[in-house]
Nanobody, 116 residues
Framework: QVQFVESGGGLVHPGGSLTLSCAAS????????MGWYRQAPGKERDLVAA????????YMLASVQGRFTVSRDNAENTVYLQMNNLKPEDSAVYYC?????????WGQGTQVTVSS
């Protein structure tokens, strides 16, 4: 199984930007769809964005449309999430995994906190 390591989170003011990275331990070129997920305290983990092997975005959470962009670099085995105009409600731990995740292990995630 491929494992994923997320990075790039941090504390940002409302309106700020962050770019998250997801590094895979192996090749992702054969993974049809990769996803970014997030989980806020006391809430379930939700799918935020999904991208196909050919870099087509086939899902974006309605509340982040127009603000977030997902991309992947199969050669570098990395998936990115560019987040602009961040809002406090975007605060969560962000994870990447296959979409659907099936029985793939979850990484540690990266914390994003949007606060003034």
């Amino acid at each position: 199984q491929v494992q994923f390591v997320e990075s790039g989170g941090g504390l940002v003011h409302p309106g700020g930007s962050l770019t998250l990275s997801c590094a895979a331990s192996g090749s992702i070129s054969s993974i049809l769809v990769m996803g970014w997920y997030r989980q806020a305290p006391g809430k379930e983990r939700d799918l935020v964005a999904a991208i196909t092997r050919t870099n087509f975005t086939n899902y974006m959470l309605a509340s982040v449309q127009g603000r977030f962009t997902v991309s992947r670099d199969n050669a570098e085995n990395t998936v990115y999430l560019q987040m602009n105009n961040l809002k406090p409600e975007d605060s969560a731990v962000y994870y990447c995994n296959t979409q659907p995740p099936r029985d793939n292990p979850w990484g540690q995630g990266t914390q994003v906190t949007v606060s003034s």
